[in-house]
T-cell receptor, first 112, second 115 residues
Framework: DAKTTQPTSMDCAEGRAANLPCNHSTISGNEYVYWYRQIHSQGPQYIIH???NNETNEMASLIITEDRKSSTLILPHATLRDTAVYYCIVLGGGTSYGKLTFGQGTILTVHP | DAGVTQSPTHLIKTRGQHVTLRCSPISGHKSVSWYQQVLGQGPQFIFQYYEKEERGRGNFPDRFSARQFPNYSSELNVNALLLGDSALYLC??????????????FGEGSRLTVL
């Protein structure tokens, strides 16, 4: 599975959009981009995933560039409860999605 | 519906001892994965089981073993505990077969401290 690069930490004001970037320049055609987050002392929580097209659900939006070498997770109206470590993960289409490779992630701090 | 449940939530062991951690997946989920999370790092994959068969193994020594029962619950066993085994052990369940896309549902974890 392709390696991902994320900023170590980011800040966001409450109520504003949080845009979390992820670089995955070696991604191949059948690999998906997944986002999970982990709030302190809890298990990771699935947010969203996509292959080529932009995706949106009740939690977030995922924007994947046309060349698929990078993506951005958007939390449209961040709240204090969104403070967490956010993990961007690339997973091969033929790979079991029970086996995720977590990196260091981005520590997002939402402040009042 | 109940989420993924793990037990015990916290435990303390001494070096050389053995530990068994338990996981009950979400009802209807047939796949269980185990992860180890050392303080300050992301979770690391240990095992995946689907339909009671091992479908994947991470880079962990043979001291780590697991199994899945007919009701799809799972146990993770660690023998000859080392100080470095101190970590949060996470269980995740999913409904689909390996190779399909989808989401993992994680439990709250079992925090193991080895003294």
């Amino acid at each position: 599975d392709a390696k991902t690069t994320q900023p170590t930490s980011m800040d966001c004001a409450e109520g504003r959009a949080a845009n979390l970037p992820c670089n995955h320049s070696t991604i191949s055609g059948n690999e998906y981009v997944y986002w999970y987050r982990q709030i302190h002392s809890q298990g990771p929580q699935y947010i969203i995933h996509g292959l080529k097209n932009n995706e949106t659900n009740e939690m977030a939006s995922l924007i994947i560039t046309e060349d698929r070498k990078s993506s951005t997770l958007i939390l449209p109206h961040a709240t204090l409860r969104d403070t967490a470590v956010y993990y961007c993960i690339v997973l091969g289409g033929g790979t079991s999605y029970g086996k995720l490779t977590f990196g260091q992630g981005t520590i997002l701090t939402v402040h009042p | 519906d109940a989420g993924v449940t793990q037990s015990p939530t916290h435990l303390i062991k001494t070096r050389g001892q053995h530990v068994t951690l338990r996981c009950s997946p979400i009802s209807g989920h047939k796949s269980v994965s185990w992860y180890q999370q050392v303080l300050g790092q992301g979770p690391q994959f240990i095992f995946q089981y689907y339909e009671k068969e091992e479908r994947g193994r991470g880079n962990f020594p043979d001291r780590f073993s697991a199994r899945q029962f007919p009701n799809y619950s799972s146990e993770l066993n660690v023998n000859a505990l080392l100080l470095g085994d101190s970590a949060l052990y996470l269980c995740a369940s999913s409904e689909g077969v390996p190779g399909m896309t989808g989401e993992l549902f994680f439990g709250e974890g079992s925090r193991l401290t080895v003294l």
